[in-house]
């Protein structure tokens, strides 16, 4: 089965620290795409990154990045200077055959 | 720019009723998914469509049917409603497996 994990189900931390999301993912593939998608209580899936498995450059995107490891099959999302905004779900998922597939998620809380 | 919108927002049925849950989007998008979620468990695939005219099964089709008669719309329908069914349904439209989903806003929907 083409899966996406992640081993976090929840994770805490103060305002203005750092905080890395785990994802790991199992593929047979050699090209695709990944993605993590954050959901505030207002319940709208918002789309955080994208990383395209080919490009060897971690993308970024303002204060998140992504430290990809191909050969790892791993997918970490890193928030630096977290903000209270930040407090939210957020999902690793990436396309399998047309599809998009999801993790559990990971509850994350920003505290001030 | 309504984008992906759903029909409706919040729902009560009882068991062995039916309904049927509106996706339309405007963006001229050929993807469309249709998506339950569930505490602990992330968004599951229920059904999708590559195409007006076309559907297919997702990981948790049964209890569900969809139609996609025009471009613009994807209908979820739930023949005989079981308290199992209780969940939050998004649907979601893309202009290509491996490009930028965008997600509507949700339908709560309760079973009792």
């Known amino acids: 089965a083409q899966t996406v994990t992640q081993s976090q189900p929840e994770m805490s931390v103060q305002e203005a620290e750092t905080v890395t999301l785990s994802c790991t993912y199992d593929?047979?593939?050699?090209?695709?795409?990944l993605f993590w998608y954050k959901q505030p209580p207002s319940r709208q899936m918002i789309l955080v990154i994208r990383q395209e498995a080919y490009k060897q450059q971690n993308a970024t995107e303002n204060r998140f990045s992504v430290n990809f490891q191909k050969a790892a099959k791993s997918f970490s999302l890193k928030i630096s200077d977290s903000q209270l905004g930040d407090t939210a779900m957020y999902f690793c998922?990436?396309?399998?055959?047309?599809?998009?597939?999801f993790g559990q998620g990971t509850r994350l809380t920003i505290n001030p | 720019n309504a984008g992906v919108t759903q029909t409706p927002k919040f729902r009560v049925l009882k068991t062995g009723q039916s309904m049927t849950l509106l996706c339309a989007q405007d963006m001229n998008h050929e993807y469309m998914y249709w998506y339950r979620q569930d505490p602990g468990m992330g968004l599951r695939l229920i059904h999708y469509?590559?195409?007006?005219?076309?559907?297919a099964k997702g990981e948790v089709p049964d209890g569900y049917n969809v139609s996609r008669l025009k471009k613009q719309n994807f209908l979820l329908g739930l023949e005989s409603a079981a308290p199992s069914q209780t969940s939050v349904y998004f649907c979601a439209s893309s202009y290509g497996a491996r490009g930028g989903y965008t997600f509507g806003s949700g339908t709560r929907l309760t079973v009792v």
């Open positions: 998922a990436r396309v399998v055959a047309q599809k998009l597939v």
């Open positions: 469509s590559v195409g007006e005219g076309t559907t």
């Open positions: 593929t047979s593939e050699n090209n695709y795409y």
